[in-house]
């Protein structure tokens, strides 16, 4: 988010803060979603393959199944988060709307999760819209769903495959290295003490 909204130099200027504040938890909600929706089509297909049931396993059936319920499942997740942060900020005022948006936007960790998830999420709902059009192995006259569900659904697991990739990929910050530069910070805070 760091690369749409500005981030003011203190937080009691930052610009936009509920805006920031609330795509940021729509967006978490998504993705949360997502995964629990996931759960059951998953669950079910590793059963079934562990089990090793006479019937062939379709995988068009598998995919649409785990499309779908990660469609339903990050559209709850965002209704859950849009409650959530309604009732965590009803009384709040101002400057902790302020502080907590200029918070997320200093944070380097964030707003690479925040490009990856986006960008898979991009993908993957353009994936699935080429997928399921006419003719094609998750189209509608296959799986009897609507093409929306399906982009929905390639969205949704392409956030959550984003986080993955965020989780893999991201090095956790060296707690040392951020406590020198804490203190070389407030070592250049302290008055000289130099004489007139």
Same mark, same amino acid.
């Given at each position: 988010?760091?690369?749409?909204?500005?981030?003011?130099?203190?937080?009691?200027?930052?610009?936009?803060?509920?805006?920031?504040?609330?795509?940021?938890?729509?967006?978490?909600?998504?993705?949360?979603?997502?995964?629990?929706?996931?759960?059951?089509?998953?669950?079910?297909?590793?059963?079934?393959?562990?089990?090793?049931?006479?019937?062939?396993? @379709?995988?068009?059936? *598998? +995919?649409?199944?785990?499309?779908?319920?990660? &469609?339903?499942? $990050?559209?709850? #997740?965002?209704? %859950?988060?849009?409650?959530?942060?309604?009732?965590?900020?009803?009384?709040?005022?101002?400057?902790?709307?302020?502080?907590?948006?200029?918070?997320?936007?200093?944070?380097?960790?964030?707003?690479?999760?925040?490009? @990856?998830?986006?960008? *898979? +999420?991009?993908?993957?709902?353009?994936?699935? &819209?080429?997928? $399921?059009?006419? #003719?094609?192995? %998750?189209?509608?006259?296959?799986?009897?769903?609507?093409?929306?569900?399906?982009?929905?659904?390639?969205?949704?697991?392409?956030?959550?495959?984003?986080?993955?990739?965020?989780?893999?990929?991201?090095?956790?910050? @060296?707690?040392?290295?951020?406590?020198?530069?804490?203190?070389?910070?407030?070592?250049?805070?302290?008055?000289?003490?130099?004489?007139?």
């Amino acid at each position: 988010m760091a690369m749409i909204f500005p981030h003011a130099v203190y937080a009691e200027d930052q610009p936009y803060p509920r805006t920031i504040l609330t795509i940021h938890c729509l967006h978490r909600g998504f993705t949360a979603g997502a995964i629990l929706g996931m759960l059951p089509p998953l669950e079910r297909h590793i059963f079934s393959t562990i089990l090793r049931r006479p019937s062939p396993v @379709n995988h068009t059936s *598998f +995919i649409s199944r785990l499309l779908a319920s990660a &469609a339903v499942g $990050s559209l709850g #997740g965002i209704i %859950l988060l849009a409650f959530g942060m309604t009732a965590r900020m009803w009384d709040c005022e101002e400057i902790e709307w302020k502080d907590r948006s200029w918070r997320l936007l200093a944070n380097n960790t964030q707003n690479a999760e925040d490009g @990856n998830s986006s960008t *898979f +999420i991009i993908a993957g709902a353009l994936t699935s &819209a080429f997928a $399921s059009g006419r #003719g094609h192995f %998750l189209a509608k006259e296959f799986t009897g769903l609507p093409r929306s569900r399906m982009i929905v659904g390639g969205a949704a697991l392409g956030s959550v495959m984003g986080t993955i990739y965020h989780l893999l990929t991201t090095t956790p910050p @060296n707690e040392e290295g951020v406590e020198e530069k804490v203190t070389a910070g407030l070592e250049g805070l302290k008055p000289s003490s130099s004489t007139t």
